[in-house]
């Protein structure tokens, strides 16, 4: 698959904290707030890249990803562009319930399947037109899709909310670091 994003670097911003993150609750497809804290991380986070050769803004139609861009938007004075393909994964019926309720390898009633949502996250990525740094502000799974079809390290935990990132290539392999 063609991905002209590929061709550069590009930054990653998980939104910030929800409720739903902090009771450990999957949230996917619904469309919660930022809590508190997470108004502050999103604050915090676009206070950071100030100055950045961020130039232009792509997110998450969810609520709490668009939040969190606007937050950076404000800061660096750009636009935002909603990708729709890059809202979370639809865990059908576990959301709302305990992550605990998962069960690694199995699919949920109604809920999109693991190579469903990598094909969708994927289309959403060849979306993104590349520029100097374009940021992407989305969800913890779609850094697990990008990071798999990347070749980054496997992480056993989530992307932490509101840590900016930049991916990049050095010596031909991709690596993420704090940006």
């Excluded at 950076?72 to 909603?82: F, H, P, R, S």
């Excluded at 994964?89 to 992550?99: I, P, Y």
């Excluded at 779609?142 to 992307?159: E, H, K, T």
Aim: proline share 6%.
């Amino acid at each position: 698959m063609d991905i002209p994003l590929l061709a550069g670097p590009f930054a990653f911003l998980r939104h910030g904290e929800t409720e739903h993150n902090r009771l450990r609750l999957i949230a996917g497809s619904l469309d919660v707030p930022l809590n508190a804290t997470g108004i502050a991380q999103a604050q915090a986070a676009a206070d950071s890249l100030r100055g950045s050769a961020i130039d232009a803004i792509w997110a998450s139609p969810l609520q709490r990803a668009q939040d969190t861009a606007r937050c950076v938007a404000g800061v660096l004075g750009l636009d935002i562009t909603l990708v729709a393909d890059l809202a979370e994964r639809n865990w059908g019926a576990l959301e709302g319930q305990a992550r605990g309720q998962r069960i690694r390898g199995e699919t949920p009633a109604g809920a999109e399947s693991p190579e469903e949502f990598r094909d969708r996250v994927l289309r959403g990525f060849g979306q993104i037109k590349p520029s100097r740094l374009p940021l992407i502000v989305a969800h913890s799974g779609i850094y697990r899709v990008l990071g798999d079809w990347l070749g980054l390290p496997a992480q056993d935990a989530p992307v932490a909310n509101s840590l900016p990132l930049r991916l990049h290539r050095v010596h031909g392999r991709w690596i993420s670091e704090a940006l």
